[in-house]
């Protein structure tokens, strides 16, 4: 199904207060549509639209769709037997998903870069904006977290660039149209929807033979999975890597806070030096992916060392909130355990007497289905406080609770606990919490709020 974007104007979203369908919303009203949509409660994401002119519901009712509206569309999260949906199939309103909508949007663009992996795309994404937008090159960008140089987390540019994430949840990122596809990793995710790692790996291979044949595939050469799809592949490929690839990393060492500092070659020959402004080893690879990317749409080596090294990072990945009696908050977004050894080994290596972490485990389903995974991913804090799982789009069978998971955490030697209240959780941490810890909160639910609750 393809949209009209001359004949129609009218569109609605049910759940618009996404990170995603409010950033489509926004594309639509800088472009002068009429924006409705729905969704559980108030956010900062539906207070903006609706300043912006959105007419936004708090619920979703059937009396939210009227036969005027042109477009209906929904998220991936939405079951079956939403009222707004059943009413849009009755009315014979025309419905899109999220993805097949962001697709459409895409048709526009000449260049579409879509930048896909289990880890790591808002980072990547947001470096690759920064690049685009000081080489000049007005790109439209989406990006799953709100990064400051855009006041968001989308922006409406008037060229061919676009910009975006994309997700593999229900294979969302197969209606897109690539032309640079990025595939930084492939790990099991999502496997209430995959089941197992095989259909995974098959949903990336499905993805890069989207990109037509003169497009290219970035894609890090260290990922034996990755490397299981590459030779069914018919475009461009571009390598990176630490160990291997066209783009490398070497002579890496790292700065008093965390920070790598590296010199970047492309087919062996030195091309820049770089000395990022964001911790961690996994951001090493994420630069690589951005200049690969970057190289090919011809961005010249002084634009993208100024836009990296400039680069603080996105909202929720290894933020700093404050410092507070000796104490530094950090929060970050990591949900899934590949991601959360990533974040503590950042950890590691900042300025610390003790790592303390509390973590808000995301959905039963990703909990249960990486339970063993979990279990260990801990091993390097001083002490770990477990809040109740996040449901998120799901409902509670019962079969596992942060209660059980603490425990078989402690069985590591793991100083681990489960408090179910943040309230209660912020009274602990008021008590332990000393001079020169390190403490952070972890996972992609509301965890965020113990940060800022500590620090008020």
Same mark, same amino acid.
């Given at each position: 199904?393809?949209? &009209?974007?001359?004949?129609?104007?009218?569109?609605?979203?049910?759940g618009?207060?996404?990170?995603?369908?409010?950033?489509?919303?926004?594309?639509l009203?800088?472009?002068?549509?009429?924006v409705s949509?729905?969704?559980v409660?108030?956010?900062p994401?539906? &207070?903006k639209?609706k300043?912006?002119?959105?007419k936004i519901?708090i619920?979703?009712?059937?009396?939210?769709?009227t036969l005027d509206?042109?477009l209906?569309?929904y998220?991936?999260?939405?079951?079956k037997? /939403?009222?707004?949906?059943?009413?849009?199939?009755?009315?014979?309103?025309p419905?899109?998903?999220?993805?097949e909508?962001?697709?459409?949007?895409m048709k526009?663009?000449k260049?579409?870069?879509a930048?896909?992996?289990?880890?790591?795309?808002?980072t990547?994404?947001?470096?690759?904006?920064?690049?685009t937008? +000081?080489? /000049?090159?007005?790109?439209?960008?989406?990006?799953?977290?709100?990064?400051?140089?855009i =006041?968001?987390n989308v922006?409406?540019?008037d060229s061919?660039y676009f910009?975006?994430?994309?997700?593999?949840?229900?294979?969302?990122?197969l209606?897109?149209f690539?032309?640079?596809?990025?595939?930084?990793?492939?790990?099991?995710?999502?496997?209430?929807y995959?089941?197992?790692?095989?259909?995974v790996?098959n949903?990336f291979?499905k993805?890069?033979k989207l990109i037509p044949? =003169?497009?290219?595939?970035?894609?890090?050469?260290?990922?034996?999975r990755i490397?299981n799809?590459?030779?069914?592949?018919d475009? =461009?490929?571009?390598?990176y890597g630490?160990?291997?690839?066209?783009?490398?990393?070497k002579?890496i060492?790292?700065?008093?806070v965390?920070c790598?500092?590296?010199?970047?070659?492309?087919d062996?020959?030195?091309?820049?030096s770089?000395?990022l402004?964001v911790?961690?080893k996994h951001?090493?690879? =994420?630069?690589?992916a951005?200049?690969?990317?970057s190289?090919?749409?011809?961005?010249?080596t002084?634009?993208i060392?100024s836009?990296?090294?400039?680069?603080?990072?996105?909202?929720?990945?290894? *933020?700093?909130?404050?410092?507070?009696?000796g104490?530094?908050?950090?929060d970050?977004?990591?949900?899934?355990?590949? *991601?959360i050894?990533?974040?503590?080994?950042?950890?590691?290596?900042?300025?610390?007497?003790?790592?303390?972490?509390v973590?808000?485990?995301?959905t039963f389903?990703?909990?249960?289905n990486?339970?063993?995974?979990?279990?260990?991913?801990?091993?390097?804090?001083? *002490?770990?406080?477990?809040?109740?799982?996040f449901?998120?789009? *799901?409902?509670?069978t019962g +079969?596992?609770?942060?209660?059980?998971?603490?425990?078989d955490?402690?069985?590591?030697?793991?100083?681990?606990?489960?408090i179910k209240?943040f309230?209660?959780?912020?009274?602990?941490?008021k008590?332990?919490?000393?001079?020169? &810890?390190?403490?952070?909160t972890?996972?992609?639910?509301?965890?965020?709020?113990i940060?800022?609750?500590?620090?008020q």
């Open positions: 199904m393809s949209f &009209d974007f001359i004949k129609n104007k009218k569109v609605h979203f049910i618009i207060g996404g990170i995603s369908m409010s950033g489509l919303a926004e594309i009203l800088k472009k002068n549509f009429e949509g729905s969704d409660k108030v956010s994401a539906t &207070d639209l300043s912006m002119g959105a519901y619920g979703q009712t059937a009396e939210n769709i509206i042109d209906v569309v998220t991936a999260a939405i079951s037997d /939403n009222e707004e949906l059943l009413k849009a199939k009755d009315l014979k309103i419905l899109m998903s999220r993805a909508f962001l697709g459409n949007i526009g663009h260049y579409n870069v930048v896909s992996g289990a880890h790591g795309k808002t990547t994404t947001s470096m690759l904006s920064s690049i937008l +000081k080489a /000049n090159l007005d790109p439209t960008i989406l990006v799953g977290g709100n990064l400051d140089i =006041n968001g922006r409406t540019g061919p910009i975006t994430e994309a997700c593999e949840y229900k294979g969302s990122f209606k897109f690539p032309f640079i596809g990025v595939i930084l990793n492939i790990d099991a995710e999502h496997l209430d995959y089941k197992n790692i095989e259909n790996q949903a291979l993805f890069a044949k =003169n497009g290219y595939l970035v894609c890090y050469s260290d990922d034996n490397n799809i590459m030779p069914d592949v475009c =461009n490929i571009i390598t630490i160990n291997s690839g066209r783009i490398t990393a002579d060492h790292f700065d008093e965390g790598a500092c590296f010199k970047v070659y492309k062996n020959k030195i091309i820049l770089l000395h402004a911790p961690g951001n090493i690879l =994420n630069a690589l951005s200049i690969a990317v190289l090919i749409l011809n961005i010249s002084e634009n060392k836009a990296l090294e400039s680069f603080k990072g996105t909202h929720r990945r290894f *933020e700093i909130k404050s410092k507070k009696n104490i530094t908050v950090v970050d977004y990591a949900h899934h355990p590949t *991601e050894r990533a974040t503590l080994n950042t950890a590691q290596n900042y300025p610390h007497k003790r790592i303390i972490c973590f808000q485990p995301h389903s990703r909990t249960i990486l339970y063993k995974e979990f279990t260990s991913a801990f091993d390097n804090v001083d *002490e770990l406080i477990l809040t109740d799982i449901p998120a789009r *799901e409902k509670d +079969k596992v609770s942060s209660a059980m998971l603490a425990r955490i402690s069985k590591r030697g793991v100083k681990c606990s489960y209240s309230n209660s959780i912020v009274e602990y941490l008590r332990d919490l000393k001079d020169g &810890d390190l403490f952070l972890i996972g992609a639910g509301d965890v965020y709020k940060g800022e609750m500590y620090l």
